[in-house]
């Protein structure tokens, strides 16, 4: 069964380092989104992206963080000068159209800011 | 925001027995998307039910939905030790584009 791959999966930076997250969608979908899980607590949205363009963020994804699909099969989150409160895991998440179909995570990537 | 909320928050079993879980929403659906995670792990889907289904089926799993309560339930039957793990619903809601998360139901099941 295809699968949204993640990369790296365990990242551990220092504060104030900018990180980006990797991620390759499943090949025909067309929506593509990043979550957030900090440990023990919810799953929680970020941003959703579009024909090359966001189409929808949460109050957390603000300045600090940024998406890009630099290519036909990458979809990255840049997260700038990063915080002791990123530390989370981030799942990267893609779906054939934006509604009334499966939304597929990725196995997540663990980011640990210290 | 609005969410699904799972209940139990915690769910103890024996091996072979059937655990049963449930969904509340507040708002009006698309469809309802069901999760496993195992600890540390990603989300893996388990079953996609639309707002005009009233159930589905898939292998040890079933999954109901009453739109007119507004709930959803999930059970899995013959419950394996495999099956440990945190179950997680995800409302898609009318007129939104992501899934919403609850806190999620944690599942044990015993040898």
């Known amino acids: 069964e295809p699968e949204v791959t993640q990369t790296p999966s365990h990242q551990v930076t220092q504060m104030g380092q900018e990180v980006i997250l990797r991620c390759v969608p499943i090949?025909?979908?067309?929506?593509f989104y990043w979550y957030r899980q900090i440990l023990g607590q919810k799953v929680e949205f970020l941003v959703s992206?579009?024909?090359?363009?966001?189409?929808?963020k949460s109050e957390i994804f603000d300045d600090q963080f940024s998406v890009e699909r630099p290519d036909g099969s990458n979809f990255t989150l840049k997260i700038r000068s990063t915080k002791l409160e990123d530390s989370a895991m981030y799942f990267c998440a893609s779906s054939e159209i934006q509604s009334g179909n499966t939304i597929y995570f990725g196995e997540g990537s663990w980011l640990t800011v210290v | 925001s609005q969410q699904g909320e799972e209940d139990p928050q915690a769910l103890s079993i024996q091996e072979g027995e059937n655990a049963t879980m449930n969904c509340s929403y507040k708002?009006?659906?698309?469809?309802l998307q069901w999760y496993r995670q195992n600890s540390g792990r990603g989300l893996v889907h388990l079953i996609l039910?639309?707002?005009?289904?009233r159930e589905k089926h898939s292998g040890r799993l079933r999954v109901t939905l009453d739109t007119s309560k507004k709930s959803s339930s999930l059970l899995i039957t013959a419950s394996r030790a495999a099956d440990t793990a945190s179950y997680f619903c995800?409302?898609?809601?009318?007129?939104?584009?992501?899934?919403?998360f609850g806190a999620g139901t944690t599942v044990t099941v015993r040898a």
């Open positions: 708002t009006s659906i698309n469809n």
């Open positions: 090949s025909n979908h067309l929506y």
């Open positions: 995800a409302p898609l809601f009318t007129n939104d584009y992501k899934l919403s």
């Open positions: 039910i639309r707002s005009n289904e």
């Open positions: 992206f579009y024909n090359n363009e966001i189409s929808e």
